[in-house]
C-alpha cells in the first residue's frame, strides 16, 4: 500500500517521496503523523498490520476516535493530554488491542515541529499472552527444579500450597492428599494477600483430619467465623469445621469462590487443592499456570512415590544383601577358624567345600572337586582298611560318629589318628551329600594309651599284692596245725572279706576303663547257656544257701552265639545283685529262651525293689538306690552300669521291672544271631 | 611216692610261690617250685613235672617264651599248663587266648586276684583227671 498522507494539508507538508515511504513501510514501528488537532495525517503500512484497519479508515482521523487505542486506561489518557509536554521524549506502557482484540503494549517516541506530531510506536509485549507464558514459564521452569529437590510428599504438597496460594494471590489454600479411595486427608496450608489474611491469627492445623472429596463448596460466616460448609472437600466426616478454616472466617467472609484442582497425572490422582478466592470468576487468577504447574506436582508425587518405594526396594535388597553377605561371612569365618577340618561332599562324593583346618591336617590343598574317597585314605589302628563310612552316611541319612578308630593317612603318607563325625545333608528324604568334620585325635589318643596304660599298670600292680593278701589268709585260715582262735579267725575273716571287695572293685574299674576307652573285645562263639548258668550258680551257692533263697531255674539248653567272659559277668551281676537285694528265704527266678528270632533272658527277684524316683538313674555309674544304702548292703554302684555297656556294645537290649518292696525283673534280649562281634584291645574280666 | 603227681611252680612272687607251693603240697601234690622263668625251664626238663603253673610276667624269661622253648622238646609239648596272670597286658591276652584256644585242653589261664587258693588245687586236680 505504500507510505499514504493526508491531502488536506498537503502544502504545509511535503508528501513523503516514494524513497521515504520504503523505508517506513518496511520498520518494524509503526509511525503515524499528526497535525495540531491530533488528527492523523499520514500512516505506514505496519499500522494495518498491526491493527487490521485499511488506512483511509485512519487518516483523517482523530487519534482519540482510532478504536485500537485503550485510552480508558489511566496511562493511554495522561499520554493524550500530554502529548505536547512529552513531545521528544519516549512514553512507555501504552494499552492498544490488535487485529485479534489482545492487549499489547506500546512504547511511543514523539517527536514535534511546525504543528505536527510524530509518533513513534514500538510493540513491547503481548501482556495478557506473552507476560502470562513468560512469567508461567519462568515459574514452572524454577519450580520443576524445586520440586525435584524436595524431600518428601508432605514438603511437596505444602510446596504446591504455598506456590499455588502466591500464583492465585490473594487466596487461601488447602491441600489435600489421596490417602485412600474417595478419602483425602488436608495436609498443607497457605495463605497470600493483605487484604485476605488480614488480621487472622491461624491457630489450628488441618493437618490429620480427613474429608471427603466433591467439587463444589459453600461457605456460610457469621460474625468472622466459617459456621456452615456444604459440599466439597471441606464438608467434615464428622460434620465439624476444622478449626483453621473456622478461623479464617473473617478473611473468607468475603470468598467469592472456590476452585478445585486435582493432582492428577495419567489417570493416578494423588490429591488436589482448594483454591478460595475473594473475587467472582471463573477461573483463578494464573489458573493455566496452576494448572500445568499442579500436573508438575502429580509427577513430582508420582516420582517420589516411585524413588520412595525404589529407596526402600534398594534398601530390602541391601539388607538381604547385607546379611546374607553376614551370615556368609559368619560362616566362613566359623570353617576358617573351625581347628576341626571340614569337608562337604556331594552324593557321588564329590568334594564341594573344605577348609583350611583340612589343609592341615592331611596336605590336601585343593580338593575342592576331586573324589572323596580317592583323596583322603582312612586305615584303623591296625592298619587295616577302613570302612567307606561316606557312602553309607549317604546310604542311611544317620549321623554316625567314628571315635578311637580311624587314622588318617596325609598326602606325605603320615599316619594320623583323627576322629570323624560324619552327616548327611538332607533335602526333603533325599540325602544331597554329607559334611565330613574330621578332627586330630592324637592327643586324645595319647591320652586314652596313657589311661590305658595306667590303668592296666594299676590293676597289675594292686592285683599281685591282693592276690598275695588273699592266698596267705585263705593260708592263715586253712592252716590245719596252728589252729586261729575264734576270735582272730573272725577278725582274719573280716579282712579276707575286705580284700575280696578290694578285689571286686579293681575288677570292676579296670572294665569300667575298658568300657569308656571303647577297648574292650567282644568275642563271640557257640556258648551252653545252660552250662554257664550252672557254673555261676555254683560260684554262689554259698550265698543263696546262707539267706534260705529259693532259685527257679528255667534255662533252656542251647548254644548262645556269645563271649562266653561277658556272659559270665551278665548272669553273675545279674544273680548276686538278686541274691544281695532280696531278703532271706527269697525266690529268685532265671529264665533263659530262644524264642523265635529273639534270644530272651529274664533274672527275677521278689526282693526290695528299686524306688520309682531312682529308676532312671539305675544304670548310672556308681548308682546306689537310696533303699539298698540304708540296709547297708555292700556294693559299688559298678555292676549294672558294666552290664548295660556290655549289652549295649554288643547288639543287645537291656531293660527292668520295678516296683519297691514287691522286686525287680532284669530282662534281656539278643537277636537269636547272638552277639555283634567287636575287635578291641583288651577283653574284659 | 611212685603215684604223687607232680606239680612246677613257676612264679616269681614270693608270697605267692609260697601259698600255691604250700597248698599243692597240703594236697597231697609233689611239688617244685622255681623263681624266674630261665630256672623254671631248668626245673621242667630235670623233674618233668605232670603240671605246670606258670606266671606269665616274670624277670629272665617270660611265661611265653619258657612255652615256646617247651615246645621244642618231645615231652615238653605234652606238658599241660595253668598260666597265672593278672591279665592286664593287652598282649598277654591276645597271646593267651591264642595259646590256650591252640590246646584248649592243655592249656588253661587263671587270673590269681580272682582265684582262691582251693580253686586253684580244685583246678589242678581237674586239668590232672583227678576229679
Known sequence: ?685 | MADKKKVLVVEDEQALRKALVNSLKEAGFEVVEASDGKLGLEKAFKEHPDLMLLDLIMPKMEGKDVVAKLHEDSWGKSVPIIFLTNISDPIKVAEINDISSSNSTLFDYLIKSDWRLEEIVGKVKEKLGME
Open chain 1, 1 to 685: 500500500m505504500g507510505w499514504f498522507s493526508s491531502e488536506k494539508e498537503p502544502k504545509k507538508i511535503q508528501p513523503l517521496g516514494d524513497k521515504l515511504s520504503l523505508v517506513f513501510d518496511n520498520t518494524n514501528d509503526i509511525i503515524l503523523l499528526l497535525n495540531s488537532d491530533k488528527e492523523v495525517v499520514g500512516a505506514n503500512t505496519k499500522v494495518e498490520d498491526t491493527f487490521n484497519l485499511p488506512l483511509k479508515e485512519i487518516i483523517n482521523n482523530k487519534i482519540t476516535d482510532l478504536p485500537f487505542f485503550n485510552f480508558s486506561s489511566t496511562r493511554s489518557k495522561l499520554f493524550l493530554e500530554s502529548l505536547e509536554s512529552v513531545a521528544g521524549s519516549r512514553f512507555q506502557e501504552i494499552d492498544a488491542l490488535d487485529r485479534y482484540g489482545n492487549k499489547i503494549i506500546l512504547e511511543a517516541k514523539i517527536g514535534h515541529k511546525d504543528g505536527y506530531y510524530a509518533i513513534i510506536f514500538k510493540e513491547l509485549s503481548r501482556p495478557s499472552d506473552s507476560s502470562e507464558i513468560d512469567l508461567g514459564l519462568k515459574f514452572l521452569s524454577e519450580v520443576s527444579i524445586r520440586l525435584l529437590e524436595l524431600e518428601t510428599e508432605e514438603d511437596i504438597f505444602q510446596f504446591a500450597a504455598d506456590q499455588i496460594a502466591n500464583l492465585a494471590k490473594p487466596a487461601c489454600i488447602y491441600v489435600n492428599k489421596l490417602v485412600e479411595k474417595g478419602k483425602f486427608k488436608c495436609v498443607a496450608y497457605a495463605i497470600t494477600g493483605e487484604n485476605f489474611a488480614k488480621g487472622i491469627k491461624i491457630t489450628g492445623s488441618p493437618v490429620g483430619n480427613i474429608y471427603d472429596a466433591s467439587d463444589k463448596a459453600e461457605f456460610t460466616v457469621r460474625r468472622g467465623k466459617v459456621t456452615k460448609v456444604i459440599g466439597g472437600i471441606h464438608e467434615l466426616s464428622g460434620g465439624k469445621i476444622p478449626k483453621p478454616i473456622a478461623v479464617l472466617g473473617e478473611a473468607l467472609a468475603g470468598v467469592k469462590s472456590v476452585f478445585n484442582i486435582g493432582f492428577y497425572w495419567k489417570g493416578d490422582i494423588y490429591g488436589n487443592a482448594s483454591i478460595i478466592t475473594q473475587k467472582k470468576s471463573d477461573k483463578p487468577q494464573n489458573s493455566g499456570i496452576i494448572e500445568t504447574f499442579a500436573n508438575l506436582v502429580s509427577v513430582a508425587i508420582q516420582r517420589k512415590k516411585a524413588e520412595d518405594q525404589l529407596v526402600a526396594t534398594i534398601k530390602e535388597l541391601d539388607l538381604e544383601k547385607i546379611r546374607a553377605t553376614r551370615e556368609k561371612d559368619k560362616l566362613d569365618i566359623i570353617l576358617r577358624s573351625a581347628g576341626d577340618g571340614f569337608i562337604v561332599v556331594d552324593s557321588n562324593q564329590n568334594i564341594i567345600l573344605t577348609n583350611d583346618a583340612i589343609v592341615d591336617l592331611s596336605g590336601f590343598d585343593n580338593a575342592v572337586n576331586r573324589n572323596f574317597g580317592k583323596t583322603f585314605k582312612f586305615i584303623t589302628e591296625k592298619k587295616t582298611e577302613f570302612p567307606d563310612f561316606v557312602s553309607e552316611c549317604i546310604k542311611t541319612g544317620q549321623i554316625k560318629r567314628i571315635v578311637n578308630k580311624a587314622v588318617l593317612v596325609t598326602k606325605e603318607k603320615k599316619e594320623l589318628p583323627v576322629d570323624i563325625t560324619v552327616s548327611s545333608l538332607k533335602s526333603e528324604n533325599n540325602t544331597n551329600g554329607c559334611v565330613i568334620v574330621i578332627r586330630d585325635a592324637t592327643k586324645e589318643r595319647e591320652i586314652d594309651r596313657t589311661k590305658s596304660e595306667f590303668v592296666s599298670l594299676a590293676s597289675h600292680q594292686l592285683r599281685s599284692p591282693l592276690a598275695a593278701i588273699n592266698w596267705s589268709i585263705e593260708m592263715l585260715l586253712n592252716d590245719k596245725k596252728e589252729k586261729l582262735s575264734e576270735k582272730q579267725h573272725e577278725y582274719i575273716s573280716e579282712v579276707y572279706r575286705s580284700s575280696r571287695r578290694m578285689n571286686d572293685l579293681v575288677k570292676s574299674l579296670l572294665n569300667v576303663s575298658r568300657l569308656e576307652l571303647g577297648t574292650f573285645l567282644v568275642d563271640p562263639r557257640e556258648v551252653s547257656v545252660k552250662e554257664t548258668v550252672n557254673s555261676i550258680l555254683k560260684e554262689v551257692e554259698q550265698r543263696y544257701k546262707d539267706k534260705e533263697q529259693e532259685i527257679v531255674v528255667d534255662v533252656e539248653d542251647f548254644k548262645f552265639y556269645s563271649d562266653p567272659q561277658l556272659l559270665r559277668m551278665i548272669f553273675q551281676n545279674l544273680l548276686t545283685n538278686a541274691i544281695k537285694y532280696t531278703r532271706d528265704k527269697g525266690r529268685i527266678e532265671i529264665y533263659a529262651h530262644k524264642e523265635g528270632d529273639k534270644i530272651k533272658i529274664h533274672v527275677a527277684d521278689n526282693g526290695l525293689g528299686i524306688p520309682k524316683k531312682q529308676q532312671g538313674q539305675i544304670f548310672s555309674k556308681l548308682f546306689r538306690a537310696d533303699n539298698v544304702k540304708l540296709k547297708e548292703i555292700e556294693g559299688n554302684g559298678l555292676g549294672l552300669y558294666i552290664i548295660k555297656s556290655i549289652v549295649d556294645h554288643s547288639g543287645g537290649k537291656i531293660w527292668f521291672e520295678s516296683q519297691e518292696k514287691k522286686g525287680t525283673t532284669f530282662s534281656i534280649e539278643y537277636p537269636a544271631s547272638g552277639m555283634n562281634k567287636k575287635a578291641g584291645e583288651k577283653s574284659l574280666n
